[in-house]
């Protein structure tokens, strides 16, 4: 699977690029990351504008319809296999974990990440890409976003993950909407807290049957909404 991620601030991936699992799936060539700058599309080559005020008025700056088009367009050339394209914008839809297993199925997908108020309306109306957030609360800009939906992506893809620690139940995923169950390891106790007595009985049914009863228990106090039927329609995502 191949990322393209359109960006002012590629240095931002720098470490999560080298210092994470994906650094290992890169090296197996499972997945494939380039990084475009989105300023070596501007026009002016002193200044490299790719910004500018809003008509009408109001804070901010954004972020230039020609720059990014030319931008997107260049990019979607280097590769034959064509981009699914995503822009990251707190007006997106919320990401969840069916999005990212949808997401996961597709060879390419490139990141359009804004900074600054957000990108010219007509980015949208041109290239009609995908529009996701990642939560309702505001980031600085897509870059975090970016990385967040790419993590999530990553750890489903075929031989990413050891078999030790499979995606396969996850939280959140299409076959469980649950949350997960406490775990412990050693030591047996720590400054007066024992490991729940059942899981060191052995009786394999036993645990199973706390650990049904914990994620029921959990999901109930921390996600009722998740236990909604309303909830869990599962909408097709995507053009
Ligand atoms: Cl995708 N971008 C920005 N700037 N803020 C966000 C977001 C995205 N998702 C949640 N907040």
């Given at each position: 699977?191949?990322?393209?991620?359109?960006?002012?601030?590629?240095?931002?991936?720098?470490?999560?690029?080298?210092?994470?699992?994906?650094?290992?799936?890169?090296?197996?060539?499972?997945?494939?990351?380039?990084?475009?700058?989105?300023?070596?599309?501007?026009?002016?080559?002193?200044?490299?504008?790719?910004?500018?005020?809003?008509?009408?008025?109001?804070?901010?700056?954004?972020?230039?319809?020609?720059?990014?088009?030319?931008?997107?367009?260049?990019?979607?050339?280097?590769?034959?296999?064509?981009?699914?394209?995503?822009?990251?914008?707190?007006?997106?839809?919320?990401?969840?974990?069916?999005?990212?297993?949808?997401?996961?199925?597709?060879?390419?997908?490139?990141?359009?990440?804004?900074?600054?108020?957000?990108?010219?309306?007509?980015?949208?109306?041109l290239l009609q890409p995908e529009e996701i957030s990642i939560g309702d609360f505001v980031l600085n800009g897509g870059e975090v976003a970016a990385m967040t939906i790419i993590d999530s992506v990553v750890r489903l893809l075929p031989g990413?993950?050891?078999?030790?620690?499979?995606?396969?139940?996850?939280?959140?995923?299409?076959?469980?909407?649950?949350?997960?169950?406490?775990?412990?390891?050693?030591?047996?106790?720590?400054?007066?807290?024992?490991?729940?007595?059942?899981?060191?009985?052995?009786?394999?049914?036993?645990?199973?049957?706390?650990?049904?009863?914990?994620?029921?228990?959990?999901?109930?106090?921390?996600r009722a909404d998740l236990l909604d039927p309303e909830n869990n329609n599962v909408e097709p995502f995507g053009n």
């Amino acid at each position: 699977m191949r990322f393209d991620i359109v960006t002012l601030f590629p240095a931002i991936f720098d470490g999560y690029l080298t210092q994470s699992l994906l650094e290992k799936a890169i090296q197996k060539d499972l997945v494939e990351i380039q990084r475009h700058d989105l300023r070596d599309w501007a026009a002016d080559t002193p200044h490299r504008k790719v910004d500018d005020r809003p008509f009408g008025g109001g804070p901010g700056m954004l972020l230039q319809v020609d720059v990014t088009v030319r931008c997107v367009e260049d990019v979607e050339r280097s590769c034959p296999t064509p981009a699914r394209k995503v822009l990251l914008t707190p007006q997106g839809r919320r990401f969840d974990q069916p999005m990212a297993e949808d997401l996961a199925g597709s060879p390419r997908v490139m990141l359009l990440c804004g900074r600054y108020e957000g990108f010219d309306q007509r980015v949208v109306d041109l290239l009609q890409p995908e529009e996701i957030s990642i939560g309702d609360f505001v980031l600085n800009g897509g870059e975090v976003a970016a990385m967040t939906i790419i993590d999530s992506v990553v750890r489903l893809l075929p031989g990413v993950l050891g078999d030790e620690n499979s995606s396969v139940d996850d939280s959140f995923s299409r076959g469980n909407r649950l949350l997960e169950f406490p775990q412990y390891t050693r030591p047996r106790e720590f400054r007066g807290l024992p490991v729940p007595e059942v899981l060191l009985s052995g009786n394999h049914q036993a645990i199973a049957r706390w650990r049904n009863e914990q994620t029921r228990l959990r999901t109930e106090q921390r996600r009722a909404d998740l236990l909604d039927p309303e909830n869990n329609n599962v909408e097709p995502f995507g053009n």
